[in-house]
């Protein structure tokens, strides 16, 4: 087998299996709730908390009936500002952790797909040229692509680290396992 021919077959093999593996054990982990997004927390919470005591200030501002009349005298006490901003941080509380459940688009896990292939095909046409007897590909070449594409996975799906390497391990490890047996 000439290197042209391994290069193309595992660009393909990773093309045909890794990015719809990558897709489907993303896709089961987001269902059993395994999987859960990094997102900046305290940007939204405050983008939301200001965004919501305006609409409070509004509808208390615009009051007409007696009890929302009572409210907006009960406004100007220090201890229902206080109550109100304990309420209103438990609102954005809430809306950031249904944030956190987000799920991943699928142009986004094709698109890591992609970057995982683009940046794994110079490992394999620069480095792993001088080791094609491939006596030590099994072991150190996976790892080298799995650390690779765990790295990728964890930047542009912006996941826990360990669920990158998580995924990676897999994606790789079921991708080697089809290709010793084709």
């Not at 009349?69 to 229902?80: G, H, I, P, V």
């Not at 500002?81 to 688009?105: F, G, M, Q, V, W």
């Not at 896990?109 to 794994?120: E, K, N």
């Not at 542009?156 to 079921?174: C, D, E, F, G, P």
Request: aromatic fraction near 10%; charged fraction near 25%.
């Amino acid at each position: 087998m000439t290197y042209e021919s391994l290069f193309l077959e595992s660009l393909i093999f990773t093309w045909i299996v890794e990015i719809p593996l990558m897709y489907a054990i993303i896709r089961i982990a987001e269902r059993t709730d395994l999987l859960k997004r990094i997102i900046n927390r305290k940007s939204r919470i405050n983008r939301r908390s200001g965004r919501e005591c305006r609409e409070y200030r509004d509808y208390a501002d615009n009051c007409t009936d007696s009890g929302d009349a009572n409210q907006k005298k009960d406004r100007k006490t220090d201890e229902n500002k206080a109550d109100r901003k304990d309420n209103h941080n438990t609102k954005a509380n809430a809306n950031a952790k249904e944030n956190l459940k987000e799920r991943i688009s699928g142009l986004d896990i094709f698109a890591t797909g992609i970057m995982m292939t683009a940046l794994t095909l110079p490992y394999l046409w620069f480095i792993m040229p001088p080791y094609l007897d491939m006596s030590w590909y099994p072991v150190n070449g996976e790892i080298i692509v799995a650390a690779v594409e765990s790295v990728i996975i964890w930047y542009m799906l912006k996941i826990r680290l360990y669920q990158a390497v998580t995924i990676a391990i897999i994606v790789n490890s079921v991708s080697y396992g089809l290709g010793l047996l084709i």
